[in-house]
């Protein structure tokens, strides 16, 4: 908040602008930005199936190891493993076929671009091809 007793408070901040030769400007859609704001949208279904996966695989593992005294402990462990493989895959092949990468949403929205860009010389560098290699031989070669 400015002072309004301030002797500086008719003053405007001092802008310094670094010039460029040009602007690339890209316009992108209303989804193409939800779709970057929230990122890949399976995300968290792949990040349940992992989760799910694992438990399943230690389940598996005390069913294998374990001496279980209880039968009640046993199914417990047995429909943990059942229900972790079956969800987890669902969840994984649900996630494999919606997933789209944000590298082709990215793409997308700079494809735009291509193909209209103006030929214009950038400073600095020069106006004729350069030559190739053979004709770089001298007249005794």
Same mark, same amino acid.
């Given at each position: 908040m400015v002072d309004p007793?301030?002797?500086?408070?008719?003053?405007?901040?001092?802008?310094?602008?670094?010039?460029?030769?040009?602007?690339?400007?890209? =316009?992108?859609? =209303?989804?193409? /930005?939800?779709?970057?704001?929230?990122?890949?949208?399976g995300t968290l279904?792949?990040?349940?199936?992992?989760? /799910?996966?694992?438990?399943?695989? $230690?389940?598996?593992?005390?069913?294998? $190891?374990?001496?279980?005294?209880?039968?009640?402990?046993?199914?417990?462990?047995?429909? $943990?493993t059942v229900v972790g493989l079956i969800v987890g895959s669902y969840l994984m092949l649900n996630w494999w076929r919606t997933r789209t990468s944000l590298k082709e949403v990215v793409s997308v929205i700079r494809s735009r671009i291509n193909g209209q860009l103006p030929d214009v010389q950038i400073p600095g560098e020069p106006e004729t091809q350069p030559k190739d290699p053979e004709d770089n031989e001298g007249p005794n070669g």
């Open positions: 007793n301030s002797p500086y408070k008719d003053e405007k901040p001092l802008i310094r602008r670094g010039r460029v030769d040009s602007l690339d400007i890209y =316009e992108v859609k =209303e989804h193409e /930005l939800e779709q970057l704001e929230k990122g890949i949208a279904q792949f990040n349940f199936a992992i989760f /799910l996966f694992s438990i399943a695989l $230690t389940c598996i593992a005390a069913l294998a $190891t374990a001496d279980f005294k209880s039968d009640i402990v046993r199914s417990t462990f047995v429909f $943990t």
